[in-house]
């Protein structure tokens, strides 16, 4: 009986528990990051691009993200313009590189783009760490 009971209370206790975990994991519409908040956004008509062509919206973000590592690895800092820099290089690849490219050449740049970015990411966390900018 009184393990019953012992039981019956930890579940009251985990459930409730769970339930203030479940509360906190509500989404806000703040969109705001949590550093470099004047980070440069994404261009309009990337965010407006078709559904059926959001493959090649995750390639340009996939080559922003790629320079972005770099730049921080080749200057060894982690400054918000250095993190965040401006879209033109990641558009400009994308267009003369991939925008003419098959559906199956667009998803293996990602993919290489994707391994880049996160190769260098093991270079430019602790510079950004450091600078608190992670």
Same mark, same amino acid.
């Given at each position: ?9 930890l ?15 509500? #989404? +806000? ?5 949590? /550093? ?7 261009? @309009?008509w990337?965010?407006? *691009?078709d559904?059926?062509e ?23 800092s ?6 965040? #820099? +401006? ?5 400009? /690849?994308y ?6 490219? @098959?559906?199956?050449?667009? *998803? ?27």
């Amino acid at each position: 009986m009184m393990r019953v009971v012992a039981t019956a209370g930890l579940l009251v206790v985990l459930g409730a528990t769970a339930g203030v975990a479940e509360r906190n994991l509500i #989404p +806000t519409l703040d969109n705001r990051p949590d /550093v470099c908040p004047d980070q440069p956004p994404e261009p @309009e008509w990337m965010q407006n *691009i078709d559904v059926r062509e959001s493959y090649k919206r995750l390639l340009i973000q996939q080559i922003y993200r790629a320079e972005s590592m770099k730049r921080i690895v080749d200057a060894q800092s982690c400054d918000c313009p250095i993190r965040y #820099p +401006t879209w033109e290089v990641a558009v400009r /690849v994308y267009t003369e590189r991939y925008a003419s490219s @098959e559906y199956w050449d667009v *998803i293996e740049a990602t993919s290489a783009y994707r391994r880049q970015a996160n190769e260098l990411r093991r270079a430019a966390m602790p510079i950004c760490e450091a600078a608190r900018n992670w």
